[in-house]
C-alpha cells in the first residue's frame, strides 16, 4: 500500500470520497431520532478531524482507526497483537500495523539504495508489512534454504526463531521439527514443515473440499462464446454448471463447430486504461482526464484492419447478439493475431470507461457482453466473447435493433441457443 499525498486545493464543488462518506454519516446521525431503532447510528463513533474550509475529514486519522489501537490507546504494530477481549480495536485485521509506532508506514520512501532488496521501507505491505506470503516455502522441511541463491527466510537454530530478508510468515519460535499433538486444532495443529498457515492442514491445495459447484479439480472450457472448439474436451463446449439467462435481450451465440458461429469470428476482450477509472462515470468528468483520452476506441491488428478493411482513426463498429458499438480505429501491433491449431483468430480490445455522460462520451463496450455466470462466485465473461466488427458507424434507434437482429437470424439464433448444459461425455455438446 502506498500513501497518496494530495497534489493540489479541489475548486469549485469538488470533494473526495471521503469526504462524501464522513459528512453523510454525520448528517444521519443528526437526523437520527430519539428511538431504540436508530440508537447504533446515534453511538457511532464519528469523530474524526477536520481540516480547511470544506472541513476534509483527516485520511490519516482514518488510517488510524484501520490500523488499529492497543488497550493504551497506543498504535498497534502488529495483528498478533489483537485480542477477542474488547480491550484492542481495528478496522480490519490485514492491516494492523499500517500506523506502527504512530508513524504512517503507507507512506515511507526510502530509495532502494538505503535498504535490502526486499524494500521493506517502501510503503508497508499487507499482513504485517510482509512481502512474500507464505514465505516459509522459501526454506525446506529442515528450515534451510532451498539455495543460497534464494535464500530469503529461514530458521536460525542459535536464536531459536524464523528469520530472513523477510517478515517470516509463520509462527516465529515454532521450531522445524514441530510435530503437532493428534487432537491439535488452530495454529497449534500445524506442523513446523507445513508453510500454508491460512490452510487448516498448513498445506498448499491443489483444490478445495467442499465448496465448489464445478470442482474439485479445475477443467478447460471455452467462454460461453467462442469462435473456436473447445480442443481439450471436445465433447464439451462450455462449462456445464454455468448459470444462464436466455432473454430476448440476452441472446447467446453458437461457439465453436456449432452452425452460425462463422458470423462471429473475432474474439473481444475489454480492458482498462490509466487514464480513467472503472467505468468512467467519475474521470469522464474531469477535462484533463478526458483530453488524455478523449474518445472510445477500438484497438485492432494491422492484419485485422486489412482484412476488414478498417482504417486508422476511422470508425468501426463492434456487433454481438446483444447489440453494437462503435468507435475509432486504434491499429496497433499489440493486438496480434492468435494461432489456434489450423486457423488464425483475430482480437478486438475495447476499452470499457466510455458511456453517454461526461465531458468525453461514447458507446459502453458492456452493451457487447452476455450474461451467463460461473457456478461459484456468479460473475459473467466479460474479457472474452466473440463478435464481428465492420468498418463505419453504428446505426441508430430502430435501425440498430434490426441490424442485431439480422445477425441474430444469419446465425440461427434462438432461445435455446448456448444454452446446453450436458455433462455427459457420449452427449457431444448437446
Known sequence: MQWHHKAVEPTGDQRSDLWFFYHLGRRLREKAQDCERDRPLRELTWDYPTEGEIEEPSAAAVLQEIGGF?????????????????????????????????????????????????????????????????????????????????????WDAERGEWTGHDVPDFDRTKRPDFVPAPDATGPEGIAGTEPFIMQSDGRG?????????????????????????????????RNPARQTFSRPENRYQPSGAEPGSEVFPYVFTTFRLTEHHTAGGMSRWVAHLSELAPAMFLEISPELAAERGLQHMGWATVV???????????????????????????????PWHWGPNGITTGDAANELVNVALDPNVHIMETKAGACDVRPGRRPRGAALVRYVEDYRRRAGITEQTGVEHADDPEAEGE
Open 70 to 154: 492497543g488497550p493504551d490507546g497506543r498504535p498497534l504494530s502488529s495483528y498478533t497483537q489483537l485480542r477477542a477481549d474488547g480491550s484492542t480495536t481495528c478496522g480490519c485485521w490485514i492491516y494492523c500495523g499500517i500506523y506502527a509506532d504512530g508513524v504512517n508506514q503507507a507512506a515511507r520512501r526510502r530509495p532502494g539504495r538505503e535498504q535490502s532488496w526486499v524494500a521493506p521501507d517502501w510503503g508497508w505491505a499487507w499482513p504485517a508489512n510482509r512481502r512474500q506470503l507464505y514465505n516459509r516455502a522459501s526454506a525446506d522441511p529442515d528450515g534451510k534454504p532451498w539455495s543460497e541463491r534464494k535464500a530469503y527466510v529461514w
Open 205 to 237: 491445495w491443489l483444490y478445495v473440499p467442499a465448496g465448489l459447484v464445478d470442482g474439485p479439480l479445475p477443467a478447460h472450457y471455452e467462454p460461453q462464446e467462442s469462435p473456436v472448439p473447445n480442443r481439450v474436451h471436445p465433447q464439451q463446449q
Open 320 to 350: 454481438t447478439a446483444r447489440s453494437a458499438i462503435e468507435g475509432r480505429v486504434l491499429v496497433t501491433p499489440r493486438m496480434r493475431p492468435l494461432r489456434l491449431g489450423d486457423r488464425t483468430v483475430h482480437q478486438v480490445g475495447i
